[in-house]
């Protein structure tokens, strides 16, 4: 099964300021069809997770420019560029290249 | 709108079995893969299984294979997750999802709470 490691597991972030999530692969995630099958994930507090980045730089529908995704082969990042108080909660990457399909451990963003 | 609905969760005693539903709409079903996503109480995401547009192929963890089933009707634009001999270990909240093109889980139901007691 392909391992996901992210870091930081907490991250505290002062309004405003930019907040960066790195999530790791234990193999590339890169399909035949030459597309990186990586996503993010936000979950915030009580609600259901929603998709919000796939093929590690595209936005899912509604997700504000203010996030972003890059990387490539197993290491990627995902970008906030000025945290606001909604953006509150835990985000998780996954690999959906093969199946299991694996989440990494959850990064934990809070407010400062 | 995509709309992804879950039921058949509840109480049952280790051992015991239960069958979710998904109920879903808005999207044309038979286009997509669909897949169960689990979260145990204050823990994380853990995909569970998969299943095919024509449901010719499956794929489950490691932690219920033999146990759990995955099925679908497109006929009535649903997909069901048969849980026998149920654990502890199992309990958590069981949500629904589509596979996108390019994507894991492009859509999420509001899920069904699992609950097995020992």
């Known amino acids: 099964d392909i391992v996901m490691t992210q870091s930081p597991l907490s991250l505290p972030v002062t309004p405003g300021e930019p907040a960066s999530i790195s999530c790791r692969s234990s193999?590339?995630?890169?399909?035949?069809?030459?597309?990186?099958?990586l996503d993010w994930y936000q979950q915030k507090p009580g609600q259901t997770p929603q998709l919000l980045m796939y093929?590690?730089?595209n936005r899912a529908s509604g997700v504000p420019d203010r996030f972003s995704g890059s990387g490539s082969g197993t290491d990627f990042t995902l970008k906030i560029s000025r945290v606001e108080a909604e953006d509150v909660g835990v985000y998780y990457c996954?690999?959906?290249?093969?199946?299991?399909?694996?989440f990494g451990q959850g990064t934990r963003l809070e407010i400062k | 709108d995509v709309q992804l609905l879950e039921s058949g969760g509840g109480l049952v005693q280790t051992g015991e079995s239960l069958r979710l539903s998904c109920s879903a709409s808005?999207?044309?079903?038979?286009?997509?893969?669909m897949s169960w996503v689990r979260q145990a109480p204050g823990k994380g995401l853990e995909w569970v299984a998969n299943?095919?547009?024509?449901?010719?192929?499956?794929s489950y963890v490691d932690s219920v294979k033999g146990r759990f089933t995955i099925s679908r009707d497109n006929a009535k634009n649903s997909v069901f997750l048969q849980m026998d001999r149920l654990r502890a270990e199992d309990t958590g909240i069981y949500y629904c999802?589509?596979?996108?093109?390019?994507?894991?889980?492009?859509?999420w139901g509001q899920g069904t709470r699992v609950i097995v007691s020992s």
């Open positions: 093929s590690i730089s």
């Open positions: 299943i095919k547009q024509d449901g010719s192929v499956k």
């Open positions: 808005g999207f044309i079903f038979t286009n997509y893969w």
């Open positions: 999802t589509r596979e996108g093109y390019l994507s894991g889980c492009d859509n």
């Open positions: 193999q590339s995630l890169v399909n035949s069809n030459g597309y990186s099958y």
């Open positions: 996954m690999q959906a290249l093969q199946t299991p399909f694996t």
